[in-house]
Nanobody, 126 residues
Framework: QVQLVESGGGLVQAGGSLRLSCVAS????????MGWFRQAPGKEREWVAG????????YYATSVKGRFTISRDNAKNTMYLQMNSLKPEDTAVYLCAVDRTGSGYPGVVESGFGSWGQGTQVTVSS
């Protein structure tokens, strides 16, 4: 079983930047797609971005495209989310997850992910 730990969240003003990290332990995730989700208070969890096993293909929700960049370092068993031009509506708990379908390419729904971190809070003030 893989364990995921997110870090890098915090409080930032609108227009600012944060870089989230997701470190995996227990087994290598280099053969698996991964993704970032977020959940704001009172709202359903939503997919933010995904990356294939090699890092060569990345995918973004429309709401973050052009502002967020997902990447991974398989040698470090770590995935990242660089968030720029942050907006108050980006405020949420951000969670990383490992795809469980085995395809090597990420889906966009929760059911396709089998391992989750606890999340890191991102708060963007206006």
């Amino acid at each position: 079983q893989v364990q995921l730990v997110e870090s890098g969240g915090g409080l930032v003003q609108a227009g600012g930047s944060l870089r989230l990290s997701c470190v995996a332990s227990g087994r290598t995730v280099s053969n698996y797609a991964m993704g970032w989700f977020r959940q704001a208070p009172g709202k359903e969890r939503e997919w933010v971005a995904g990356i294939n096993w090699s890092g060569g293909s990345t995918y973004y929700a429309t709401s973050v495209k052009g502002r967020f960049t997902i990447s991974r370092d398989n040698a470090k068993n770590t995935m990242y989310l660089q968030m720029n031009s942050l907006k108050p509506e980006d405020t949420a708990v951000y969670l990383c997850a490992v795809d469980r379908t085995g395809s090597g390419y990420p889906g966009v729904v929760e059911s396709g992910f089998g391992s989750w971190g606890q999340g890191t809070q991102v708060t963007v003030s206006s």
